[in-house]
């Protein structure tokens, strides 16, 4: 895990660009804390920040290869979870290797394998590789963009980093927000439409996506996607594969060189995770799994039950803690810490995020790095299995929009009216939405239920999960930390993709073929437990405590935000302690007193970042 930059120009000699690398790579230095690394030629050059997790001394990045007259060299971030295969499949092809490490068994897969490489590898990546020999970068995203790269083009450069900041230390590269930006921040926002970023002229590379750039420019192609095909396994096969492919995963996704844990929550998802992870340290002699969950002052106190959080997760925890005989330890934050932190979320998206969902997980990796450098997530679960309430409701599924942020009327007040009259959020939303739904592949042989299942699906995962997979790199990287996520498998995800929705909602619940699955393996409790997401603070003195915040910075009638928001409206908003604001802001958490710290981030970013306002 690590993060990467460089730039290119194929039409002019900018070796003495260095100073720019160096700043480029020096705003990663979260994201790698261990290790920097260079490699400079005449047209291009590459920078490396890196977090060990596999072979100290053998992955050293960037890492360079001459093979048959030519040189490529790589940056990379991620991991392959395929590595062995891989590497016995070169040996058997005539590669040798002085590593185990998996950068060297990427490096020479594309070596052999050219562009097609994408299709042989298992994993989270962002990669670039340089021909030297073509004058050639190849770069490629993961399946699912669980790992971030990010792109622009200027003066005839191609600038790539895994994070925006960097690309700002390019010269001439500066941050704008146009009308298509606004619309991402405050229409779809946290989400955002894959392969779009709010700031003007800087893209991202999308999931399942490669790239090349040459002296013919920029080309751009989709490796992978899911495919609709009918589903001819009974319930005996369908759960004997299913599980099978989640074991796998989990497996695969367990090697490290360094201290890994599990974050356990009690829910059915991280306690599958947990359930394995326990068993293998079992299996392999490495003593008791060490897991962490989190939990807020006086939580304990003020847990007031929703639809959406139905019960807290102490109780769970530790059934699954005794069951497993885990060496579990919990992270308690505070209040003021959530607060205090929105400032650092917001830099580790480089946009404003999901407020306290973001600093709560930001704070909760701070606190377990000291102990461990890799965690396994039970994330991504809930999109491939089909676990959020929005699958069920009848409100959401009727809703005509994004089911997780059906606010649009709202967010549309929000806009500083003088903006307002210029764009038209629904029109934006309205239109990202028909153009995701049209990409959804429906079968004659699918029933009523599973074509209005697959459309939710694909949004869910395209969109939600995204979202969700962005807040957990981004706040992890931010300690260098590794967030794994083994539901998040690609052939899991594909496999079940085409399982009917009959079968996957098995017996009417959400999640009920994989709670079918389990029912043998982890305790009745856990698997009949209803869907509870990522805990979020009860306690009343968080809401004082953003409240206070936004007051402040609305008693500025200079503060930025001011020239992109309704003043009165978010005055209304305050005295109302977010009640003006009648839905959920986004997806289930993000009520009253998370808009308020949203907002909160958005002054932050309009101040630390500066963006020229161009409509």
Same mark, same amino acid.
């Given at each position: 895990?690590?993060?990467?930059?460089? =730039?290119?120009?194929?039409?002019?000699?900018?070796?003495?660009? /260095? &100073?720019? %690398? @160096?700043?480029?790579? *020096?705003?990663?230095? #979260?994201?790698?804390?261990?290790?920097?690394?260079?490699?400079?030629?005449?047209?291009?050059?590459?920078?490396?920040?890196?977090?060990?997790?596999?072979?100290?001394?053998?992955?050293?990045?960037?890492?360079?290869?001459?093979?048959?007259?030519?040189?490529?060299?790589?940056?990379?971030?991620?991991?392959?979870?395929?590595?062995?295969?891989?590497?016995?499949?070169?040996?058997?092809?005539?590669?040798? =290797?002085?590593?185990?490490?998996?950068?060297?068994?990427?490096? /020479? &897969?594309? %070596? @052999?394998?050219?562009? *097609?490489?994408?299709? #042989?590898?298992?994993?989270?990546?962002?990669?670039?590789?340089?021909?030297?020999?073509?004058?050639?970068?190849?770069?490629?995203?993961?399946?699912?963009?669980?790992?971030?790269?990010?792109?622009?083009?200027?003066?005839?450069?191609?600038?790539?980093?895994?994070?925006?900041?960097?690309?700002?230390?390019?010269?001439?590269?500066?941050?704008?927000?146009?009308?298509?930006?606004?619309?991402?921040?405050?229409?779809?926002?946290?989400?955002?439409?894959?392969?779009?970023?709010?700031?003007?002229?800087?893209?991202?590379?999308?999931?399942?996506?490669?790239?090349?750039?040459?002296?013919?420019?920029?080309?751009?192609?989709?490796?992978?996607?899911?495919?609709?095909?009918?589903?001819e396994d009974g319930l005996k096969t369908t759960c004997e594969k299913t599980k099978y492919l989640l074991e796998d995963s989990i497996k695969?996704?367990?090697?490290?060189?360094?201290?890994?844990?599990?974050?356990?929550?009690?829910?059915?998802?991280?306690?599958?995770?947990?359930?394995?992870?326990?068993?293998?340290?079992?299996?392999?002699?490495?003593?008791?799994?060490?897991?962490?969950?989190?939990?807020?002052?006086?939580?304990?106190?003020?847990?007031?039950?929703?639809?959406?959080?139905?019960?807290?997760?102490?109780?769970?925890?530790?059934?699954?803690?005794?069951?497993?005989?885990?060496?579990?330890?919990?992270?308690?934050?505070?209040?003021?810490?959530?607060?205090?932190?929105?400032?650092?979320?917001?830099?580790?998206?480089?946009?404003?995020?999901?407020?306290?969902?973001?600093?709560?997980?930001?704070?909760?990796?701070?606190?377990?790095?000291?102990?461990?450098?890799?965690?396994?997530?039970?994330?991504?679960?809930?999109?491939?299995?089909?676990?959020?309430?929005?699958?069920?409701?009848?409100?959401?599924?009727?809703?005509?929009?994004?089911?997780?942020?059906?606010?649009?009327?709202?967010?549309?007040?929000?806009?500083?009216?003088?903006?307002?009259?210029?764009?038209?959020?629904?029109?934006?939303?309205?239109?990202?939405?028909?153009?995701?739904?049209?990409?959804?592949?429906?079968?004659?042989?699918?029933?009523?239920?599973?074509?209005?299942?697959?459309?939710?699906?694909?949004?869910?995962?395209?969109?939600?999960?995204?979202?969700?997979?962005d807040r957990s790199d981004r706040m992890a990287m931010y300690n260098g930390f590794e967030i794994r996520v083994p539901f998040c498998d690609?052939?899991?995800?594909?496999?079940?993709?085409?399982?009917?929705?009959?079968?996957?909602?098995?017996?009417?619940?959400?999640?009920?073929?994989?709670?079918?699955?389990?029912?043998?393996?982890?305790?009745?409790?856990?698997?009949?437990?209803?869907?509870?997401?990522?805990?979020?603070?009860?306690?009343?003195?968080?809401?004082?405590?953003?409240?206070?915040?936004?007051?402040?910075?609305?008693?500025?009638?200079?503060?930025?935000?001011?020239?992109?928001?309704?003043?009165?409206?978010?005055?209304?908003?305050?005295?109302?302690?977010?009640?003006?604001?009648?839905?959920?802001?986004?997806?289930?958490?993000?009520?009253?007193?998370?808009?308020?710290?949203?907002?909160?981030?958005?002054?932050?970013?309009?101040?630390?970042?500066?963006?020229?306002?161009?409509?």
């Open positions: 895990m690590c993060g990467i930059n460089g =730039f290119v120009n194929l039409t002019k000699d900018i070796s003495n660009m /260095k &100073s720019t %690398i @160096y700043s480029m790579n *020096d705003t990663l230095k #979260k994201r790698g804390p261990d290790e920097d690394g260079y490699y400079f030629e005449k047209n291009v050059y590459l920078g490396h920040k890196r977090l060990i997790v596999i072979d100290a001394n053998g992955g050293k990045q960037p890492m360079t290869c001459k093979y048959n007259n030519n040189t490529y060299t790589l940056v990379y971030n991620g991991q392959l979870y395929n590595t062995e295969d891989l590497r016995k499949d070169l040996i058997e092809n005539g590669f040798e =290797f002085n590593s185990y490490s998996d950068t060297e068994v990427l490096l /020479k &897969s594309f %070596i @052999y394998y050219g562009y *097609d490489v994408v299709h #042989k590898l298992n994993g989270i990546y962002g990669f670039a590789i340089w021909d030297s020999n073509k004058k050639e970068l190849f770069a490629a995203r993961d399946h699912f963009g669980v790992k971030p790269l990010y792109y622009t083009i200027q003066d005839d450069t191609f600038i790539f980093s895994s994070e925006i900041k960097a690309l700002f230390k390019y010269p001439g590269v500066e941050a704008k927000i146009d009308s298509q930006g606004i619309s991402e921040l405050f229409g779809l926002g946290p989400a955002h439409t894959p392969g779009i970023v709010a700031f003007k002229g800087i893209n991202e590379l999308k999931p399942a996506h490669f790239g090349i750039y040459n002296s013919s420019g920029l080309h751009l192609e989709r490796y992978w996607s899911l495919k609709s095909a009918p589903h695969r996704q367990l090697v490290s060189d360094v201290p890994l844990c599990t974050f356990l929550s009690g829910g059915l998802d991280s306690s599958i995770i947990t359930l394995y992870a326990a068993n293998y340290y079992e299996k392999e002699n490495l003593g008791s799994l060490t897991t962490y969950s989190v939990d807020y002052k006086d939580n304990d106190k003020n847990f007031v039950k929703t639809d959406f959080q139905p019960n807290s997760d102490n109780y769970y925890i530790d059934i699954m803690k005794n069951k497993l005989n885990t060496n579990h330890k919990v992270v308690m934050l505070d209040t003021p810490e959530l607060a205090a932190n929105l400032e650092d979320a917001m830099i580790a998206r480089d946009l404003p995020g999901m407020a306290d969902v973001d600093s709560s997980l930001l704070l909760f990796c701070q606190r377990v790095k000291p102990e461990a450098t890799v965690t396994l997530t039970g994330e991504c679960s809930d999109e491939i299995f089909g676990g959020y309430p929005w699958f069920f409701r009848e409100d959401a599924l009727t809703s005509g929009t994004f089911p997780w942020s059906i606010a649009t009327t709202e967010r549309q007040q929000l806009l500083n009216p003088s903006i307002g009259e210029k764009i038209n959020l629904k029109e934006y939303i309205d239109y990202r939405y028909y153009e995701s739904l049209n990409e959804v592949e429906i079968l004659d042989t699918d029933s009523m239920e599973t074509a209005e299942k697959r459309k939710i699906s694909h949004l869910t995962l395209n969109w939600f999960m995204q979202t969700l997979l690609y052939r899991l995800a594909e496999y079940v993709w085409n399982i009917p929705w009959e079968m996957k909602a098995l017996n009417g619940r959400e999640k009920g073929l994989l709670r079918y699955i389990m029912k043998d393996y982890l305790p009745e409790e856990i698997v009949d437990r209803k869907k509870s997401p990522y805990p979020k603070t009860w306690n009343p003195t968080y809401l004082k405590c953003v409240k206070d915040m936004l007051t402040k910075i609305m008693a500025d009638k200079n503060a930025p935000i001011n020239n992109l928001l309704n003043r009165e409206y978010i005055l209304e908003i305050l005295e109302t302690d977010g009640k003006a604001f009648t839905r959920p802001w986004f997806g289930q958490l993000m009520t009253g007193p998370q808009l308020m710290a949203y907002l909160c981030q958005v002054n932050m970013w309009l101040e630390r970042y500066q963006p020229k306002i161009e409509i």
